[in-house]
Nanobody, 123 residues
Framework: QVLLVESGGGLVQAGGSLRLSCSVS????????MGWFRQAPGKEREFVAT????????YYADSMKGRFIISRDSAKNMVYLQMNSLPPEDPAVYYC????????????????WGQGTQVTVSS
């Protein structure tokens, strides 16, 4: 079992930055990948980024490359999503998730999910 708890969401102005955090506890985390997904009202949940815990290798959705950075702090068992240059858009709930599949962008391969944290970007 893996317990994930997100934090750091809120309201940010367009063009600004926000860092989301996800605390990870439970099973051995050296053999999992962590991912971030987001879902806006009325839309499907979409992949944002993922990181393989042990190696630190990362993979991003094309639309996030260059603006978002996923990272992890092994000492604190935390995963972060640094979001920069945020465009004005619909509010979305950002979810932290865990999988044993390396660098997966498929939400169906993620077995554990946090409760989500909402991000709103104002114009």
């Amino acid at each position: 079992q893996v317990l994930l708890v997100e934090s750091g969401g809120g309201l940010v102005q367009a063009g600004g930055s926000l860092r989301l955090s996800c605390s990870v506890s439970g099973r051995t985390i050296s053999r999992i990948a962590m991912g971030w997904f987001r879902q806006a009202p009325g839309k499907e949940r979409e992949f944002v980024a993922t990181i393989w815990w042990s190696a630190g290798s990362t993979y991003y959705a094309d639309s996030m490359k260059g603006r978002f950075i996923i990272s992890r702090d092994s000492a604190k068992n935390m995963v972060y999503l640094q979001m920069n240059s945020l465009p004005p858009e619909d509010p979305a709930v950002y979810y932290c998730a865990a999988t044993t599949v390396d660098l997966s962008h498929d939400q169906n391969e993620y077995y554990y999910w946090g409760q989500g944290t909402q991000v709103t970007v104002s114009s």
